[in-house]
């Protein structure tokens, strides 16, 4: 029996959404700091 047994199928699909969400936020923010390097480092040089 796996974790997720005990879990209905509506909390698997909310959490799922949410980690989704989550995960689209994390990359918009990595790209944000990528980018942020990246001009600081245009201007240094």
Request: glycine share 2%; no cysteine.
């Amino acid at each position: 029996m796996n974790e997720f047994s005990q879990i209905g199928e509506a909390e698997l699909v909310d959490e799922l959404s949410r980690l989704t969400t989550q995960t689209a936020k994390l990359r918009a923010r990595m790209f944000d700091l990528m980018a942020e390097l990246d001009r600081r480092r245009t201007n240094v040089a």
